[in-house]
């Protein structure tokens, strides 16, 4: 299994990485440079790449390499993929010599190993790269090959350009990983890289399929998750936690399609999904409170921009407002998608920014200490409380959300605030729900998430017309030319959050009449 964590570097900072201190202190060599030329393979179908595999033939000098990597995966910028490695005699990959070094009979070998792959295998993208290479050795006795890669993928016309340092783990703990590079971070603007090198390829290869046509949505929705009645919570903990994470970083704003609103949205609910999630288990996990600040930062950083972004392309494009005299709608929604324009750039700034790679590193260092044994009295192996069946910890929290939305619920129809906390409940336990869903199974779970989902849906269309009342008075105050307009369409949407009221009682009845999936 190669372990390896991968951090991008801007250009003109490389040199200051090249003589940084530490990779004085710690290098047991000068660095090796290598020019290296790569080509990937797959099928015209992709094959390889549906089934989470990258076959790829390297030249470095007059040697020819075939290297594939399987399975693994990426967690908070550390890549853990299986790897098998051969020479082959040119620049043409050869699988039976591979599959002899494979000791796998899983689905995806079967198939990536079959004499029909083998014939249909075709140049997909292609990769140079200047290498430079050290040999580390750390304080701890970790060691490291540090690379720093220059160069570029290119498929056909198409190429983007590659910067970044890689951290490969030879022997050692991957903490040591994450250690090393938040010292790195105190001298140099480093960021997590997600998308490897293959993921690079592929995507200029879909864009070059794509040609004119209007790009869709990178965006990610949460996968379902797999969980069992007699898990131990601590395991059900990690798989949540995974989960979510697993979220974010597929919707990592930074890390490309920057302008995507919904990639935006969806990397908002992974995190609130994550804090929901610290928040479920707090009876026996602890997370940090310097973490727990930090997270807070960036979901404000990035909700921000969620809900000018809501205003902007939601609810002013679907109002449906009676014609007046001297209120131009479009002139503010313009003025709402220019302001929602400038807090997208601040969020996607927050995310590529140190301070948020800082958080990502400490975040997954924590994960792999198991700091969170830490704060409960629970330095033992295996504490009793995280080593209990999920199945009677599930039921004691939705017992506890619906109680609390219960409540919360009761005052209804006292005020926006009041609305707003009972939205609050209602999405923590929508997530809570959806978090033990497997426990259940569908079919006995969906009439009660449905009932649920549209309560808190509405609840929210609600919130989103109070918020957007606030966000409007900000532009009221920026844009005196539009203030008439935007007061017309304040006064219009007061008006349609009262209407709603009646709707939001009956959903509320509908709810309390679902029993808790059992």
């Given at each position: 299994?190669?372990?390896?964590?991968?951090?991008?570097?801007?250009?003109?900072?490389?040199?200051?990485?090249?003589?940084?201190?530490?990779?004085?202190?710690?290098?047991?060599?000068?660095?090796?440079?290598?020019?290296?030329t790569?080509?990937?393979?797959?099928?015209?179908?992709?094959?390889?790449?549906c089934?989470?595999?990258?076959?790829?033939?390297?030249?470095?000098?007059?040697?020819?390499?075939?290297?594939?990597?399987?399975?693994g995966?990426v967690?908070?910028?550390?890549?853990?993929?299986?790897?098998?490695e051969?020479?082959?005699?040119?620049?043409?990959?050869?699988?039976?010599?591979?599959?002899?070094?494979?000791?796998?009979?899983?689905?995806?070998?079967?198939?990536?190993?079959?004499?029909?792959?083998?014939?249909?295998?075709?140049?997909?993208?292609?990769?140079?790269?200047?290498?430079?290479?050290?040999?580390?050795?750390?304080?701890?006795?970790?060691?490291v090959?540090?690379?720093?890669?220059?160069?570029?993928?290119?498929h056909?016309?198409?190429?983007t350009?590659?910067?970044?340092?890689?951290?490969?783990?030879?022997?050692?703990?991957?903490?040591?990983?994450?250690?090393?590079?938040?010292?790195?971070?105190?001298?140099?603007p480093?960021?997590?890289?997600?998308?490897?090198?293959?993921?690079?390829?592929?995507?200029?290869?879909?864009?070059?399929?794509?040609?004119?046509?209007?790009?869709?949505?990178?965006?990610?929705?949460?996968?379902?998750?797999?969980?069992?009645?007699?898990?131990?919570?601590?395991?059900?903990?990690?798989?949540?936690?995974d989960?979510?994470?697993?979220?974010?970083?597929?919707?990592?704003?930074?890390?490309q399609?920057?302008?995507?609103?919904?990639?935006?949205?969806?990397?908002?609910?992974?995190?609130?999904?994550?804090?929901?999630a610290?928040a479920?288990?707090g009876?026996?996990i602890?997370?940090?409170?310097?973490?727990?600040?930090?997270?807070?930062?960036?979901?404000?950083?990035?909700?921000?921009?969620?809900?000018?972004?809501?205003?902007?392309?939601?609810?002013?494009?679907?109002?449906?407002?009676?014609?007046?005299a001297?209120?131009?709608?479009?002139a503010?929604?313009?003025?709402?998608?220019?302001?929602?324009?400038?807090?997208?750039?601040?969020?996607?700034?927050?995310?590529?920014?140190?301070?948020?790679?800082?958080?990502?590193?400490?975040?997954?260092?924590?994960l792999?200490?198991?700091?969170?044994?830490?704060?409960k009295?629970?330095?033992?192996?295996?504490?009793?409380?995280?080593?209990?069946?999920?199945?009677r910890?599930?039921?004691?929290?939705?017992?506890?959300?619906?109680?609390?939305?219960?409540?919360?619920?009761?005052?209804?129809?006292?005020?926006?605030?009041?609305r707003?906390?009972?939205?609050?409940?209602?999405?923590k336990?929508?997530?809570?729900?959806?978090?033990f869903?497997?426990?259940?199974g569908?079919?006995?779970?969906?009439?009660?998430?449905?009932?649920?989902?549209?309560?808190?849906?509405?609840?929210?269309?609600?919130?989103?017309?109070?918020?957007?009342?606030?966000?409007?008075?900000?532009?009221?105050?920026?844009?005196?030319?539009?203030a008439?307009?935007?007061?017309?369409?304040?006064g219009f949407?007061?008006?349609?959050?009262?209407?709603?009221?009646?709707?939001?009682?009956?959903?509320w009845?509908?709810?309390q009449?679902?029993?808790?999936?059992?």
């Amino acid at each position: 299994m190669e372990t390896e964590l991968k951090l991008l570097i801007a250009p003109a900072h490389t040199k200051a990485f090249i003589r940084h201190p530490l990779i004085k202190r710690y290098a047991l060599a000068a660095p090796r440079i290598k020019d290296q030329t790569g080509t990937y393979f797959d099928t015209p179908d992709l094959l390889l790449r549906c089934n989470d595999a990258g076959l790829r033939v390297r030249r470095t000098g007059k040697e020819f390499i075939q290297t594939l990597k399987a399975g693994g995966g990426v967690s908070g910028g550390l890549h853990q993929r299986h790897e098998w490695e051969s020479l082959v005699e040119g620049e043409q990959p050869d699988l039976a010599v591979l599959r002899e070094l494979v000791d796998s009979d899983a689905p995806w070998a079967r198939k990536v190993f079959s004499t029909q792959t083998a014939a249909r295998l075709t140049p997909i993208f292609s990769t140079r790269i200047q290498r430079m290479v050290w040999d580390l050795k750390l304080d701890d006795g970790a060691e490291v090959e540090c690379v720093l890669d220059q160069g570029t993928v290119e498929h056909g016309a198409l190429q983007t350009e590659v910067c970044e340092i890689e951290l490969e783990l030879k022997s050692g703990e991957a903490t040591s990983l994450f250690g090393f590079a938040l010292r790195l971070l105190q001298d140099l603007p480093l960021r997590i890289g997600i998308q490897s090198k293959a993921q690079r390829g592929y995507t200029l290869f879909h864009q070059a399929r794509q040609g004119d046509a209007a790009a869709s949505s990178s965006a990610t929705r949460a996968q379902p998750l797999r969980l069992t009645r007699k898990m131990p919570l601590e395991q059900a903990f990690l798989a949540v936690i995974d989960n979510c994470v697993a979220q974010i970083q597929a919707n990592d704003i930074a890390d490309q399609d920057s302008g995507d609103i919904e990639r935006l949205h969806q990397m908002r609910v992974g995190l609130r999904r994550l804090r929901s999630a610290f928040a479920l288990f707090g009876q026996v996990i602890t997370l940090p409170a310097a973490l727990e600040s930090e997270f807070e930062w960036i979901a404000e950083a990035i909700g921000a921009a969620r809900d000018w972004d809501v205003l902007a392309t939601e609810t002013l494009p679907l109002l449906e407002m009676p014609t007046a005299a001297g209120v131009d709608l479009e002139a503010v929604r313009k003025a709402a998608l220019i302001q929602a324009g400038k807090e997208h750039a601040l969020a996607v700034h927050a995310v590529a920014s140190p301070r948020y790679t800082v958080l990502v590193l400490q975040f997954n260092r924590w994960l792999l200490q198991r700091g969170w044994r830490d704060g409960k009295g629970q330095d033992q192996a295996d504490p009793p409380a995280l080593a209990q069946p999920l199945a009677r910890f599930a039921r004691q929290m939705l017992e506890r959300d619906q109680k609390r939305l219960s409540k919360r619920g009761a005052h209804l129809e006292e005020s926006d605030r009041a609305r707003h906390r009972t939205r609050i409940a209602a999405k923590k336990m929508r997530y809570d729900v959806e978090f033990f869903q497997a426990l259940y199974g569908e079919k006995n779970s969906r009439a009660y998430l449905k009932a649920l989902a549209r309560l808190q849906d509405h609840l929210g269309q609600q919130n989103d017309r109070v918020v957007a009342d606030a966000l409007l008075h900000q532009l009221q105050q920026g844009q005196p030319r539009q203030a008439p307009s935007i007061a017309w369409v304040r006064g219009f949407l007061a008006g349609q959050t009262r209407d709603g009221h009646a709707h939001t009682r009956r959903l509320w009845k509908k709810w309390q009449a679902q029993e808790l999936p059992r």
